[in-house]
């Protein structure tokens, strides 16, 4: 065998992944936090914590439906977007989950992602028509300050997905699943976004970032799904083939390098009574080239 033959058949080793955990209904959201990945279990109620070992716990439930997402404060309170009541809630010391920000006034929702700056400002964006009820109308970003303050940040954004945050703090990525793209905003001090431009001409939904500045993404094409790790510009430098489509990507682990891709067999909004009963959501798990850099 080459040389180039024997890296990429050990880099195709390296991203095989393999399950972690089993029977959800679909995870969303996942966050690595205080040494265990979080994760939003839509079609459940709950937000799930799972150690690299696959050890889950239920460490809050949420009444809300789909979809809801979360991140945290500085301080390390939890937040949670409460996407169809336009509410961006706030987990307090005893558990008790009160109303951090009233979005409704800049879109009745539905709330989709949110992350968390290093001083607090939660950005959130909404898709703003009711998916499988409504025609499609353009999302929106907003931006949620730690007082809980609210403004429009941007517009005309197709289907607003995950979001991430570059580690210099000045680039917000976000993934327009409706246009197959992941589009930047510089990020000023006052937390406002300007210079818009195409990241990259992929698509995507729940987004993280590693050291070397590549995203990971999820993608389905030609039916197939799979995880992409794409560099600005558009060049894909990993594929990882998937059995059923990916709602969202992290890193973490103890050193960084695990990639968690939450899977499932979605059948819509309008079938999620058939998806609790299935239950085929899965975490699975891969080791990846780089480290997560940035938030979340």
């Known amino acids: 065998m080459s040389a180039a033959s024997s890296a990429?058949?050990?880099?195709?080793?390296?991203?095989?992944?393999?399950?972690?955990l089993a029977g959800l209904v679909v995870g969303e959201s996942p966050r690595w936090h205080d040494?265990?990945?979080?994760?939003?279990n839509w079609g459940a109620q709950e937000i799930v914590a799972v150690d690299a070992k696959g050890i889950s716990e239920v460490v809050?439930?949420?009444?809300?439906?789909v979809p809801f997402c979360i991140d945290w404060l500085p301080d390390g309170r939890l937040l949670v977007v409460s996407g169809q009541e336009a509410r961006l809630l706030r987990r307090e010391p005893d558990g008790s989950l009160i109303t951090h920000a009233d979005l409704s006034a800049l879109s009745s929702g539905p709330w989709n992602e949110i992350v968390v700056d290093s001083r607090g400002n939660a950005y959130v964006n909404s898709i703003c028509f009711r998916f499988g009820e409504e025609d499609f109308r353009p999302g929106i970003i907003a931006l949620v300050t730690p007082e809980g303050a609210v403004r429009q940040l941007a517009?005309?954004?197709?289907?607003?997905n995950g979001m991430v945050i570059t580690p210099d703090g000045k680039t917000l990525v976000v993934a327009e699943s409706f246009a197959g793209r992941l589009t930047a905003f510089d990020i000023a001090p006052d937390g406002s976004l300007s210079n818009r431009r195409v990241w990259a001409e992929v698509g995507g939904d729940g987004i993280c970032m590693d050291a070397e500045g590549a995203i990971w993404c999820s993608v389905?094409?030609?039916g197939s799904p799979a995880a992409l790790r794409v560099r600005e510009g558009g060049e894909v430098l990993d594929r990882i083939p998937l059995e059923l489509p990916c709602f969202a990507c992290a890193?973490?682990?103890p050193d960084g390098t695990t990639l968690f891709m939450l899977v499932a067999d979605w059948q819509g909004i309008e079938n999620m009574d058939a998806l609790f009963r299935s239950r085929t959501g899965q975490l699975l798990a891969a080791t990846a080239p780089a480290p997560r850099a940035g938030r979340p």
Do not use: E, Y
């Open 35 to 40: 040494s265990r990945l979080w994760f939003a």
């Open 60 to 65: 809050a439930r949420v009444p809300t439906t």
């Open 155 to 160: 517009s005309d954004v197709a289907f607003p």
């Open 220 to 222: 389905v094409h030609d």
């Open 251 to 253: 890193l973490g682990g």
């Open 8 to 20: 990429t058949a050990s880099a195709a080793s390296r991203l095989k992944p393999h399950p972690l």
